[in-house]
């Protein structure tokens, strides 16, 4: 067997308390327990998950070097266009980064029932949110073998 899940992303951020404080308000996820690592930072919770970890980009690469691992450049993000979450409510999903004053991109895939909000961080990473209207599904009919409802936004 191999994986089984997308675990988290670890944001690499110059102001730790903004770039959580973006993500709370933005995304509604929450603060919550993070063991005591080497590094400053949050653990940013959505559904009891902690999906987003943050982390002081300079002391964290100082950590990394000290570990073995190489320290992450400016570029080595390069090769990820973005990161993307699941909500439920795409109104109040919009709400929320208006009232944020984030402008984010509207789409919506026809046949997938699916509308996505695209807008970038406080640090410059896309974001992508995706609401799926399992009502509005027409492409695809749901099967017993489907993606988890918790993943995908399936009802």
């Not at 603060?31 to 949050?42: K, N």
């Not at 450049?73 to 944020?100: P, W």
Request: net charge negative; glycine share 10%.
């Amino acid at each position: 067997m191999g994986v089984t899940a997308l675990d988290h992303i670890l944001l690499l951020s110059d102001d730790i308390d903004a770039t959580r404080d973006f993500y709370c308000r933005a995304l509604g996820l929450t603060v919550g327990v993070r063991p005591p690592l080497e590094f400053p930072g949050y653990w940013l919770y959505a559904a009891g998950v902690p999906c987003v970890h943050v982390a002081d980009r300079r002391v964290y690469n100082e950590h990394a070097q000290r570990v073995g691992l190489s320290a992450a450049g400016e570029a080595a993000a390069g090769r990820i266009d973005h990161i993307a979450f699941a909500d439920c409510d795409y109104e109040e999903a919009a709400a929320r980064l208006d009232r944020e004053g984030v402008e984010a991109v509207r789409n919506a895939v026809p046949g997938a029932g699916l509308r996505q909000l695209f807008f970038a961080d406080r640090d410059g990473v896309r974001v992508e949110v995706n609401v799926v209207d399992p009502d509005r599904v027409t492409a695809r009919k749901r099967t017993p073998g489907d993606v988890a409802p918790q993943t995908r936004g399936w009802r």
